[in-house]
């Protein structure tokens, strides 16, 4: 019953600050920055929800500063300890520092902790609880793994395996208590939409445009994709944010340079080169589309959030295992759907991440738009009652070790 309440409660809900509980609960979050900014984008917008939302104390330890200032302008990747937007950020050197651990600690996407932190956690008194944020996944072994113990071998220590999903049976999706107001109140606002259009150097589309966002990694199905565009009866307009794929958007225009503020054409379709944008940007730019290209796990939740039609190129993984997790996602996906829209769905997602033929799948995707508008808005809807942010904290009063901390949900 608690999941069902949270869209009801969020807009009377109060976040804690330092007056409200003089005595805020203290989080650690450590990030190893793998791929480019999925891992942080997912720390980040996780440090700054309990920061700003539920007013804990979040020091966010994370080793490459430099991906963290593309996603927030303000950080100096000079600095080993500074504050941003509520959140403590602090650089993770491998001479880790003597700190005191925080009573929740959380180890995203199984990054090993210095053994000196997990040495000082095991010394403290009340252990803290300390939490392994995995990686996102549909599929259904996640329902038995999640909040199982994993006792230290050696320490009085236990880690917990927490999942993030997208079932009631899972950790749920980072969500910002306004995004979705702040999404409708975009989409229904043609004054802040022309702001968007114009922050990149735009008008507004013409009408019957199709919008497309295109953030990719390399993919060899690119170029057919693009033809598909080129040469159908629509005209389409293509933004690619600077990152892995734009090289190949380039080459297939002959131009070996592709930079920011750039802009191609050939046949029906257009293509807009963008500066790498921050978070909150990035979120405008799904809200502003029809149709969104996203990749890993960051920008695959977002893009469910903007409640459009999207296609996921998941991260690939050796021996094509990600293939599996991408098919486990597509059945819980397309269950709703109907035949030729699920077929549709499934026939270009899998052509995309298997780069062939994605520009032969375009014409059927298309097609059934409209049905897959209607999904992608009850699908947002559905998902927002699993918070991961809350259900972690929820997590930890559970578990025993944080009895003192309440959160507001009134």
């Known amino acids: 019953m608690r999941r069902l309440g949270y869209a009801r409660r969020w807009a009377a809900m109060k976040p804690l600050n330092q007056a409200d509980s003089p005595a805020a609960l203290r989080c650690d979050i450590f990030c190893n920055v793998v791929d480019n900014y999925g891992d942080i984008g997912v720390c980040w917008r996780l440090a700054r929800q309990l920061a700003n939302e539920q007013g804990v104390a979040v020091r966010l330890w994370v080793d490459d500063l430099n991906s963290l200032a593309k996603l927030c302008p303000e950080t100096d990747a000079t600095l080993e300890s500074q504050h941003c937007r509520g959140v403590e950020v602090c650089l993770w050197r491998k001479e880790f520092p003597e700190v005191q651990p925080a009573e929740l600690v959380i180890e995203a996407f199984a990054c090993k902790l210095p053994q000196g932190y997990i040495e000082a956690m095991a010394a403290q008194e009340q252990k803290p609880v300390w939490v392994n944020l995995e990686y996102l996944s549909a599929e259904d072994w996640v329902h038995g793994c999640h909040g199982l113990p994993s006792p230290h071998p050696g320490l009085p220590l236990t880690k917990y395996f927490f999942f993030p999903g997208f079932t009631s049976q899972t950790g749920g999706l980072l969500l910002e208590r306004d995004l979705l107001a702040r999404r409708d109140a975009f989409q229904n606002d043609a004054a802040q939409q022309r702001a968007f259009w114009h922050s990149i150097g735009m008008e507004i589309p013409k009408a019957g445009t199709l919008k497309i966002s295109l953030f990719g990694y390399e993919n060899a199905a690119l170029a057919g994709l693009f033809d598909a565009w080129a040469n159908g009866t629509q005209a389409v307009l293509c933004l690619v944010p600077e990152g892995r794929i734009l090289p190949q958007a380039g080459q297939y225009f002959g131009d070996a340079a592709p930079c920011a503020g750039k802009a191609y054409s050939r046949g029906n379709l257009q293509v807009r080169v963008l500066p790498f944008v921050e978070q909150e940007r990035y979120d405008e730019l799904l809200w502003a589309c029809d149709v969104n290209f996203v990749r890993g796990e960051d920008s695959c939740v977002r893009a469910q959030w903007a409640a459009k039609p999207f296609i996921w190129q998941i991260y690939p993984q050796h021996d094509a295992v990600h293939l599996n997790k991408l098919q486990a996602f597509l059945e819980l996906y397309n269950a709703p759907l109907s035949p030729p829209a699920s077929g549709a769905v499934q026939g270009l997602w899998q052509a995309w991440n298997r780069e062939n033929g994605a520009g032969q799948m375009w014409p059927a995707f298309v097609a ?43």
């Open 368 to 410: 059934v738009r409209g049905g897959l508008d209607r999904h992608a808005q009850h699908w947002a809807r559905q998902l927002a009652e699993n918070n991961l942010a809350l259900n972690l904290l929820d997590f930890c009063q559970k578990i025993g070790r944080m009895r003192a901390f309440k959160i507001d949900r009134q």
